[in-house]
């Protein structure tokens, strides 16, 4: 969009994309915190409906794939014409991925309902979800304004997602030992915050996208992908 | 390569792609045994050659995309040149993720280094990764022939890996409730297996990819993408 070719039916094209990917992007951060609120409430009819709406993020993603592919094909773009074209692709591919993984959390919730989620870990939960959903909108919104600096901060802010998944990985572990009765519900919430920290990694990705689609380049500098936790030897509280 | 226009530097382009996807599925098949092979003998030195590996492959992926992207704006492919430019991209981004789960279970070496594993759910490791890099393994040939029924066979035995995944899960737990000191080691292998269980989703999402490089067309019919433990209540067997 960024180009000074004329106002042209590309042009129409690339906002119809990118409107689908707000919208793909409103479904994900909804479906992302639906699940974790079934998940804390034990609330199955909701972990029903998120389950349920997954097939139209698959379906928004294979729309987005098949339709920038026909723009590809029949206009021909190049420069900052077709990096929007193929950045939208990858940009429609994670948040398809946010959407598996706020539907794998809310699979969770009719094996946590037994026990419970105990209000400790409930809310340790709660506000790694938030700091993830935060991560996505604002590389929603960066999506919309297009602003390659504020992508950049993105990317950096990963870090803080991380560290909160590292002390619940530990907070988790703890309860675990404490009594053996939590280890399938400790378990399944081990794998439903981890999927909260892919989720992170996703909006992460999309910053990267983004400041690729604005620039050309991609980001340098290391930008792990894989979380903290898998040097923990042992829990800094045993109980 | 299945179209009919005259043998150019276009051709030789995507011979290159195919080369070099072909070299990463290498690497990350090795990568992916490696890890697995450190981690049931706490091989910490082979898991170090895992984790500096990973640089590769990520430089492998930003090349091939950078490479895709310049020959669709000079080349400006259509129809089947085009979807083959387009499905490399994918493929690459699969296998630099397969390299990254191969890299995150080395890194959960020293972790399981103080209790080493047990030789039953080292066993179960072991077959778990079998299947998954059997799976890869295929694919990557599927890659070089361009079988598109071959392709959707790959894709339907994905749920043997979940299978497979979904006891050693159960087996897990078991371990963990048994003695609350294999809880630490234990979670560590339960995400090893989940990452594992991960790469034959990838290698089934490249089967995808070369069944639409082939046809144009996406493979019907749904194809869970997240695994069967999510409803696991308890082991079975608690000891």
New interface residues.
Partial sequence: MANSHIYSPFDEELKYLARRIAEMGGMAEQMVSDAVRALVNSDSALAQRVISEDVLMDEAE?EIGDKA?LM??KR?P??SD??EV?GS?RIASDLERVG?LG??NA??V??VQ?TGVPRPLARGIEHLSELALFQLKEVLDVFSNRSAEKAEAIRRRDEEIDAMYTSLFREL?TY??ED?RN??SC??L??CA?NIERIGDHATNIAETIYYMSTGE?PTGERP??DN???????VDQG
Same sequence: chains 1, 2.
């Fill in positions: 294979r592919i590809i094909a021909q190049v420069a077709l990096r193929i692709i598996d539907k794998s699979k969770r009719i094996a037994n572990l675990m030992m053996p280890i399938t378990t399944h081990l794998f981890k991609n992908k894989d936790t898998a040097s923990v030897i042992q829990p």
